[in-house]
């Protein structure tokens, strides 16, 4: 069974019995018997789930948390990342249980089920959006790891330029056409998204490393009294300061964004009953995740903190081996996003596929339309890490739009249109609620973004 399927629940428990027969679903093959090696997949188990989700979740949202403390101060930016893992699943419960009423076995078919053509078509597009800006943030953060940064006006080094100095072959450019070729294209080569457990688990195992070492220098610099008093509230002065606040909101929806994978994720589960615990288990992982960094990382650097926070590992941090954390700290959030990219991959490519080839066979058994695909998105993103600056730029962008049809007004919409008539007056009031604050929200951020980007570059006089 897929989420989707209305047969009785004992007939649900194995995917054995999964029937993948929904032609309008996009990020399947069509017919199961299409590909013998699905026949030959057991199914994924529950912690390889949790670490496929998860691995889809703590992206690099999660190095752009500690600049929305600086903002919202400690205890208002905790709070709301506590609020959107709380709103993140209950939008996709909903889509879990609109999908079982349509049988819909994909974020596109439950669209396409409640809206038609056009709205699988626009979630689809909006897949792409979103994977693509945030594939191009992972590449800027590479890129500002491994070769530096100089996007606040101050160059900041970056791991090997301080080991080997400034040298042609640790430009951001070349670095990032290697890493591209050596990692990023191989990894794209699975057709099964099960497949990238074992990198999933160790990406995740390297941000473990990557939150232990800063907790532990934190822990060190306030035991010796290094560090001051964080700011706990934000600093609201006027109506322009106000309205900054909300620029951190498309950050928040982008940090937990993951409803295009649930569905692909819960399609290969070998039990699909389990896949609200794989929900609700990856995002208190994520959450505990983004709260210690985003504590520990506003702790460590104050108001100094940068949109990307690994960029402030490059300075004396006032301890011993400070050098030597720097770069370790660096490197293996470096390496986690490696791992992630090919999990975020995934769904971008066939959601462009059924976009672009709706009515042709399954992705996976044509390998010139799977091979030509895979090389023109990354060579897209490629480009795009190169020509933007700053990772905030990107997340404001896709946040904004994207990110938060995605997260949140799809589902809600859904749910109102309720095409099958399961919704409770609760799921509506929730629905209405979560269009109206994503829409307010994202709005004011977009004006606050706008206006400061003007500020910042005003136009020339006549």
Partial sequence: MTIGNLAPKEDRKSRKTKAIVDEKAPLLPKRQEDDAGFDEFNGASFTGAVFNLSTTIVGAGIMALPATMKELGLVLGIAMIIFMAFLTDASIELLLRFSRAGKSLSYGGLMGDAFGRYGRNFLQIC??????????????????????TSSSGVHHAGVFEGWFGDQWWNGRTFILTVTTLCIFAPLACFKRIDSLRYTSALSVALAAVFLAITVGISIVKLVSGGIMMPRLLPDVTDLTSFFKLFTVVPVLVTAFICHYNVHSIDNELEDSTQIKAVV???????????????????????????????????????????????????????AHLMLVFPVVFFPLRLNLDGLLFPSSRPLALDNSRFAFTSIGLIALIFLGANFIPSIWDAFQFTGATAAVCLGFIFPAAITIRDHHNIATKKDKILAVFMIVLAVFSNLVAIYSDAYGLIKRNPSPRA
């Avoid at 897949?127 to 530096?148: A, E, K």
């Avoid at 992982?285 to 903190?305: E, H, K, N, Q, W």
């Avoid at 940068?306 to 770069?327: C, E």
């Fill in 127 to 148: 897949v792409i959006i979103n994977n693509v800006g945030v594939l191009i943030v992972y590449m800027i953060i590479i890129g500002d790891v491994l070769s530096g």
């Fill in 280 to 334: 609700r288990t990856s995002l208190a992982l994520c959450s505990s995740v983004y709260i210690m960094t985003s504590f520990f990382g506003f702790l460590l650097f104050g108001d100094a903190t940068l949109d990307d926070v690994l960029a402030n590992f490059d300075t004396d941090l006032g301890i011993p081996y400070s050098s030597l954390l720097n770069d370790a700290v660096r490197v293996s959030y470096a």
